[in-house]
């Protein structure tokens, strides 16, 4: 696979350099923080050699690739000078706090997943040599990896400290510092008993080794210090001013009081955690069993890490992730190799062969968007599979003793000394594949058939051949018109998201072109989606970056979904009001399933009044 080509194209597809904040990538996803995601056209990118789906939850647009896609990420940063992990306007923009919890939790857990899977392994390394009398527990060699294995989770509120640094847009070497003083032998030595005190002000001593909420709300914190800091701080001395008034007054607060409430969150999560697993052990598995594949689509499966990371601290094992995610992890693995067994397309036999060998590690991305979503059936199989061998996980009480990747890989991290743990991890697996596999079978799927190429050249030809229908899109808007390729917005001008025209309104107002339905708009109201009963999509832009307005100047009278007829009005907009803001008002006008027609072809007028033809389509 050309993964520089690849990378040029996806650049390009999701709006070029401009429209890109931030990207970087997690084991098996292209995670873009875009400056509009209007901009990008979704359905090319899927169509893209390589690329398994795409989904945009959280404000993060997301492409999966597969295990190749660090490489891809690799040759997107050599196009341009983007960054990696800071949230971009188009995240801060979300709405809701549920949104907002879950796309910062997401943001700062991923980077570090992979010291956390790594150190797992170590550990799992560990238990196997242990178990197979290869190291003794009394040697150095012993001694080094269990440290080894053991660092990224003491010094947790560090690494996380830089990663939420990086999110809450504050500097992330003083957060390193904040967090390296929770874990600082000094202050671990005031722990004596007596009664200790910062500026007169008591301070609760407490362990923060491998805590997880306390620095989270410390570095946010410092997020607001840090930026007042700097706007009292005069020019000539705030290179030391800034970062001194940063830490001394975050410092008195986390010591004082955000350290110790977020230890209470994190004492009263694990209070919840133990009743449930002393009252209903089984429900956790079931549900994670059944319902990960959801929770991957929606980024929520990160949401758990500080909970699992909370019951390693408080109770040496976890139950939250790695039962669960085993057995939604293996059925989704066998779902698509059964669909691999089974298809007669052979595209899609080896793209199942090829993602369930992965998904059996325990990546699933690839088999989730590229096989069993798009054929529905083999993921409500995996999804009942995995629920059943989640029911065996719980009632067997299985637990996970370090961090991984829930595969057959994963397996050494079931290892305690109690032997049964692990051997019911190696059941829960069967059944996984045994109940998916029945199911499967039993549900079937519809095949995608092969297209064949002589019957396909023959309806071309019969299609090129036939009588040339036509249809006729009013303008929505007023003004001068202009052809896209003049537009200040490459995305436009090279006709990326389809062809169209583009008018410089005279008229604030965007009437509707035809017939159609709003198939979505956009939350701040500068773009809108149609569709005709013919199938046309087209997409109205109204101007350049207007989405960094935030709404500001717009005013809908339609909502997504509605049904509308020609010429109802759709927005209003007050162009002078834009244009004092510094934003060009020009409105694309674009048929975005362009690919769909033999051509589409724009008027040669220069000025254009409503009810006037903009657009003509030939299909």
Not at 156 to 168: E, G, M, T
Not at 332 to 355: D, E, H, I, R, Y
Not at 442 to 470: A, H, L, P, Q, R
């Amino acid at each position: 696979m050309d993964f520089k080509k690849m990378a040029n194209e996806i650049l390009k597809l999701v709006g070029g350099e401009k429209n890109v904040a931030s990207v970087t990538n997690c084991m098996t996803r292209l995670r873009f923080n875009l400056n509009d995601v209007s901009k990008a056209n979704t359905e090319a990118i899927k169509k893209l050699d390589g690329v398994q789906g795409v989904v945009n939850k959280n404000g993060q647009f997301q492409i999966i690739i597969g295990t190749n896609v660090s490489k891809v990420c690799d040759e997107i940063h050599k196009l341009g000078n983007f960054a990696e992990n800071s949230s971009s306007d188009s995240e801060d923009k979300e709405t809701g706090i549920i949104n907002k919890v879950l796309g910062t939790i997401t943001a700062i857990f991923t980077p570090i997943i992979p010291a956390l899977a790594g150190s797992g392994m170590i550990k799992a390394l560990l238990a196997v040599l242990k178990l197979f009398g290869l190291v003794d527990a009394g040697t150095q060699t012993y001694a080094y990896l269990s440290f080894l294995s053991d660092t990224v989770f003491y010094f947790l509120p560090v690494i996380l400290a830089y990663s939420a640094a990086k999110r809450f847009k504050c500097s992330p070497y003083l957060a390193a510092v904040l967090g390296a003083a929770l874990l600082h032998p000094s202050f671990t030595a005031l722990n004596t008993g007596d009664p200790v005190a910062f500026f007169g002000i008591p301070v609760r001593m407490i362990s923060y080794g491998s805590s997880v909420v306390p620095i989270l709300l410390i570095v946010f914190a410092q997020s607001y210090v840090e930026k007042f800091a700097k706007k009292i701080s005069p020019a000539s001395v705030k290179v030391f001013l800034v970062p001194l008034i940063t830490l001394i007054i975050t410092s008195l607060i986390g010591f004082t009081a955000l350290g110790p409430l977020g230890n209470y969150v994190g004492e009263i999560l694990a209070i919840g955690m133990n009743f449930i697993n002393d009252r209903a052990g089984w429900l956790i598995p079931v549900i994670m069993g059944t319902f990960t594949p959801l929770f991957i689509m929606t980024g929520m499966h990160y949401c758990f890490a500080p909970i699992q990371q909370i019951q390693y601290a408080t109770l040496g094992y976890g139950t939250i992730l790695g039962p669960g995610m085993l057995s939604s992890n293996i059925a989704q693995a066998t779902a698509a190799l059964v669909v691999g067994f089974k298809t007669k397309n052979k595209s899609l036999k080896q793209l199942s062969l090829s993602s369930s060998t992965t998904a059996f590690m325990g990546i699933t991305e690839p088999a989730l968007y590229g096989v069993n979503f798009k054929l529905k059936k083999p993921l409500y199989a995996s999804m009942i599979g995995g629920g059943i061998a989640g029911l065996y996980a719980g009632i067997a009480g299985i637990r996970t003793y370090a961090s991984a990747t829930a595969g057959l890989a994963a397996i050494p991290v079931y290892i305690s000394d109690d032997m049964s743990n692990v051997l019911n991890a190696c059941i829960t697996i069967v059944i996984a594949i045994v109940a998916t596999t029945i199911v499967t079978l039993i549900m079937g799927f519809d095949d995608i058939e092969e297209e064949n190429k002589e019957v396909s050249e023959e309806k071309n030809e019969t299609k090129s051949k036939s009588i040339v229908g036509e249809i006729s899109l009013a303008t929505p808007v007023e003004g001068e018109v202009i052809p896209l390729s003049e537009m200040n917005d490459d995305v436009f001008a090279e006709e990326l998201m389809g062809k169209g025209m583009a008018v410089i309104p005279t008229v604030g107002k965007v009437f509707a072109p035809f017939d159609c339905t709003v198939e979505s708009l956009f939350k701040t109201n500068h773009a809108i989606g149609l569709k005709d009963e013919n199938g046309v999509e087209l997409l109205i832009h109204i101007g350049i970056d207007t989405v960094k307005l935030e709404g500001k100047y717009f005013n809908s009278h339609i909502k997504q979904g509605d049904v509308v007829k020609a010429g109802d009005l759709l927005i209003e907009f007050d162009k002078e009001a834009i244009k004092n803001a510094g934003y060009d008002i020009t409105t694309a006008v674009i048929v975005t399933n362009t690919a769909n027609y033999m051509d589409v072809l724009g008027t040669e007028k220069t000025y254009i009044k409503n009810e006037d033809t903009l657009i003509r389509v030939l299909n």
